[in-house]
């Protein structure tokens, strides 16, 4: 079910280089999808910067709606980029 490990980072603002999501965010973002779409109900937050998938999910359709999730509840700066790779 949860066959493909992704990196979840995002880039600091002024800053150079790509910090993992802590596992607060992701752990959010997951929740809220069990109940609210379907097509994400298969992301499990494993640790800080670190999820894992299903074979289903979107890579770039995850990202957007986690970029949205975060600049909702005030974690990611409007700036900021999200960036998920596959491990």
């Given amino acids: 079910m949860f066959a ?9 603002l002024d800053k150079d280089r ?21 097509v994400f109900d298969n992301t499990l937050p494993v640790s800080d910067g670190q999820m894992e ?15 949205d999730w975060f600049r909702r509840k005030g974690y990611l700066a409007k700036d900021s980029k999200l960036s998920l790779e596959e491990m």
């Avoid at 493909?4 to 600091?12: A, D, F, L, N």
């Avoid at 998938?53 to 970029?67: D, F, K, N, Y």
Wanted: contains cysteine; charged residues 25%; positive net charge.
């Fill in 53 to 67: 998938i299903g074979t289903s999910v979107p890579l770039e359709q995850l990202r957007e709606a986690m970029e």
């Fill in 18 to 38: 790509k910090v993992p999501c802590p596992l607060k965010w992701l752990d959010s973002f997951s929740m809220r999808n069990f109940t609210n779409a379907s």
């Fill in 4 to 12: 493909r490990k992704i990196r979840v980072t995002y880039q600091e």
